[in-house]
């Protein structure tokens, strides 16, 4: 699996971001896809996931409330909403692919994933 990401930039404290990450599969429908991100200096963290099948999703802690995963199968392609950024989010942002379901803490476990995407960067800042 080919997983393209895009949609990082600058954005302000407060501000929003939307990523997108397109995958290169004939449907979404079999598998888990997740968005993980790694700050500086920091280990990566797992962000939030969605399930293709059914849309289960998941957030860390650190972005519930906050960030919003969703799917487009026709399209192949998950977002991530940012909304309501603080300088914390800053980091490069990955999505990730694993076949089958995952649920719970297992979806933002970065071991079970074997497709990666390239990365976008999100820089909050005033």
């Known amino acids: 699996v080919q997983l393209q990401a895009s949609g990082g930039g600058l954005a302000q404290p407060g501000g929003s971001l939307r990523l997108s990450c397109a995958a290169s599969?004939?449907?979404?429908?079999?598998?888990?896809i997740s968005w993980f991100r790694q700050a500086p200096g920091k280990e990566r963290e797992g962000v939030s996931c969605?399930?293709?099948?059914?849309?289960?999703?998941n957030y860390a802690d650190s972005v519930k409330g906050r960030f919003t995963i969703s799917r487009e199968n026709a399209k192949n392609t998950v977002y991530l909403q940012l909304n309501s950024l603080k300088s914390e989010d800053t980091a490069l942002y990955y999505c990730?692919?694993?076949?089958?379901?995952?649920?719970?803490?297992?979806?933002?476990?970065?071991?079970?994933?074997?497709?990666w995407g390239q990365g976008t960067l999100v820089t909050v800042s005033s």
């Open positions: 599969v004939a449907s979404l429908d079999h598998y888990t």
């Open positions: 969605i399930r293709g099948n059914d849309g289960y999703t």
């Open positions: 990730a692919t694993a076949p089958g379901y995952y649920s719970g803490s297992y979806c933002l476990l970065g071991t079970l994933f074997d497709s």
